[in-house]
């Protein structure tokens, strides 16, 4: 039987001097998440940061500028624990503490379909937004000033969450599906050498689009089918800093 990677991540997690008051030596460690997004929009280019605000912070996007306009929905624009579990901008402060990252999945906002008339949302991604992300993004995590701790395609981080499967309609006209990161199984992409995060150190993740490449979604007007992208991270977490 395989060992379970949140134990043999545990003895990886860096640990720091307790806060005064605490029991030294002793740590309080939990299987946890580490998370954040960014929102991808038609006509994006370039790179678009992610880990670079705490709740309450606003989410940065990436898009044409030119044509499209900045996302309306709140959720798209100002974090709150739905993609982020960061209190400030990248680090893990005294709320989570030092972690071994064990596993890395990303996923993207799934577009609603109307059950009556097969209507879409304006926003979220179908299987046409899927397709054109896992062929053009790449994703790197970085810890600290020190080189890549993990990088791939978008397409090599199956995802941690999101909902699955397939729906097809001829209501008014219209064909909607439903796709995403890879099969949902909890996994993700395994990090077999733990990523270690100290509680003071920078986490940052970006979503780069290939060289001389736009984003090409299926609306090009409005907000261009604004699509949150989260990166989830499964890691031990000690709280050997609070």
Known sequence: MAAN?????TRNIPMTPGALGTAQGEVDIRDDLLYSAACLQYGGNGTVQLFNQGIGGAVQAIRQSTVITAPTQAYQTTFSRAYTNLQQAGVLGTVIGNVAIYAIGL?????GIVPTTGVLTATGATQ???????????????????????????????????VYGSVATSN???????????????????????????????????????????????????????????????????????
Do not use: W
């Not at 990677?5 to 991540?9: E, G, L, M, T, W």
């Open 172 to 242: 008014s006209g219209n064909t909607s599906s439903i796709a995403s990161n890879g099969l949902p199984n909890g996994n993700g992409r395994s990090v077999s050498s733990y990523i270690k995060v100290t509680h003071n150190q920078t986490v940052s993740g970006e979503i780069q689009i290939a060289n001389q490449a736009t984003l090409v979604f299926r609306d090009s007007t409005g907000v261009g089918a604004a699509t949150m992208a989260r990166c989830i991270c499964r890691c031990a977490a000690g709280m050997d800093v609070m």
């Open 128 to 162: 046409y937004e899927h397709a054109d992300v896992a062929a053009k993004a790449a994703f790197v995590l970085k810890i600290g000033t020190t080189k890549d701790a993990s990088s791939g395609p978008f397409s090599s981080y199956p995802t941690l969450a999101s």
């Open 107 to 111: 996923d993207l906002e799934q577009a």
């Open 5 to 9: 990677p949140f134990f043999q991540a």
